[in-house]
């Protein structure tokens, strides 16, 4: 059950693509900074890795200097312009769940295809498993074009349409093919999900700009999600199961039900993330129809749960029409207050709740996450939790995290290198740092500039108290990154 109530696709294997006509590009570097691989914009980011996209929120400076002006940036991801494309991830445009994107050339695509097609091609002589055939492109075009004269007739053929809003691709052979990597993972996605009534498009901002201005469309290069009446904009990695994955709890029904001690088990084991649950009389309650209204507004992001269960309500301590909001990574709720609530005031509740003290980067939404800043900086967390000396630390972030849950200038992003292999080179080359071993530092959005906690021995973690004392320490100003700029300075003065 996914974190929305949705179903998961395997991931652990990417399914090949057609390989594109050979041309000479240069060797690509996939870890370079680049930008972020979002699906709608440019933005300089330490979290790059030549993987893939989704849209952004407010508006960022790139995090390099000498990275040029972006384009204006979309809720969802990053917006891209034609020269920092994300690139598709070699281990999951087709297949595995490891995200994240950025490239700041077009070289990196084709390497990257030929990745995957060396990993998702199965090897001479080795036959296929029945029940492990991962999906293969079977050539045939589904993404359609979208136009004034078609636009109404696929809104009502498909129950979810996902739409790629572009920028005409530019004449070279780089930008050609960049457009036809992304075209090949719609297809892929399309392919996997065409029983399911999902549908995929192509809007050309210039060609077809009235169809865009009717729908709503703003930010070229992001994947805008309808459904019903509501528009979604996808926050994800740009790849074919991260895309597939989200979409399939996109057609899924906002609230999932808690009906018996298994189903509150599994709710209970959700802790990476935020979540709620209500107790209402029945799916005939006004109060619960406001409820549902509001987990729609949240879809597929924040998983909204409900009982009409008196025994499971007893268990959670719920009194009728009441809802608790839990916290990512906190053991106890915050009750909304005044019961019953309206959709307009659990709405604002989850808005102004919604950052929590601790929060893991995710595939699905890790671009608002790196977007949502405390004042130009993250506070940043690298640890694995399947090593011992990751799960120690980690154990102590969130014991640290459940102290300070009042302090709203506190927002730590836990990072698991495990989730983003490519991206470890790359994060210890920028850094400094040895992920082998657990890190916390203060990383600027602006320049990538970071400054860590020096931690000597790494058989001798900090203790809660220790790190405690260090976040106070960066919360007034005194640890920052700014100090290593005037150190730099001072030394090319000397």
Known sequence: MGPGGGRRVPTSGPAPVPSPPPAPIPPPDPFTLGSVGSLSGTQQCPLSTALGPSPPRPHREP??????????????????????????????????????????????????????????TP????????????????????????????????????????LLYHEPPEDDKASQRQFEMEELILELAAQVLEDKGVGFGLVDSEKDAAVAKKLGLTEEDSIYVFKGDEVIEYDGEFSADTLVEF??????????????????????????????????????????????????????????????????????TLKLNEIDFYEAFMEEPVTIPDKPNSEEEIVSFVEEHRRSTLR???????????????????????????????????????????????????????????????????????FDIDLSAPQ???????????????????EDLPSAEELEDWLEDVLEGEINTEDDDEEEDDDDDD
Request: charged share 30%.
């Open 123 to 162: 090897r001479p002589g080795v036959r296929g498993e029945d029940g492990l055939d991962f999906p293969e492109y079977d050539g045939v075009d589904r993404v359609v074009n979208v136009n004034a004269k078609n636009y109404k007739n696929i809104f009502k053929k498909y129950e979810v349409l996902a």
């Open 360 to 430: 893991k980067l995710k595939p699905e939404s890790m671009y608002e996450t790196w977007e949502d800043d405390m004042d130009g900086i993250h506070i940043v967390a690298f640890a694995e939790e399947a090593d011992p000396d990751g799960y120690e630390f980690l154990e102590t972030l969130k014991s640290v995290a459940q102290d300070n849950t009042d302090n709203p200038d506190l927002s730590i992003i836990w990072i698991d290198p495990d989730d983003f292999p490519l991206l470890v080179p790359y994060w210890e080359k920028t």
């Open 247 to 316: 979409l399939l709890d996109v057609l899924e029904d906002p609230v999932e039900l808690i009906e018996g001690e298994r189903e509150l088990q599994a709710f209970e084991n959700i802790e990476d993330e935020i979540k709620l649950i209500g107790y209402f009389k029945s799916k005939d309650s006004e109060h619960y129809k406001a409820y549902e209204d509001a987990a729609e507004e949240f879809h597929p992001y924040i998983p909204f749960f409900a009982t009409f269960d008196s025994k499971v309500a007893k268990k959670l």
């Open 63 to 120: 995090l390099t200097p000498d990275s040029g002006p972006r384009a204006p940036p979309c809720p969802g991801h990053p917006l891209l312009d034609q020269e920092s494309r994300p690139d598709p991830d070699p281990a999951t445009s087709m297949g595995t769940a490891d995200r994240m994107g950025a490239a700041a050339v077009p070289g990196p695509r084709l390497a990257l295809l030929l990745l995957l097609l060396l990993l998702g």
């Open 440 to 458: 916390i530092g203060v990383v600027n959005v602006t320049d990538a500039d970071s400054v860590w906690l020096e931690m000597d021995d790494e």
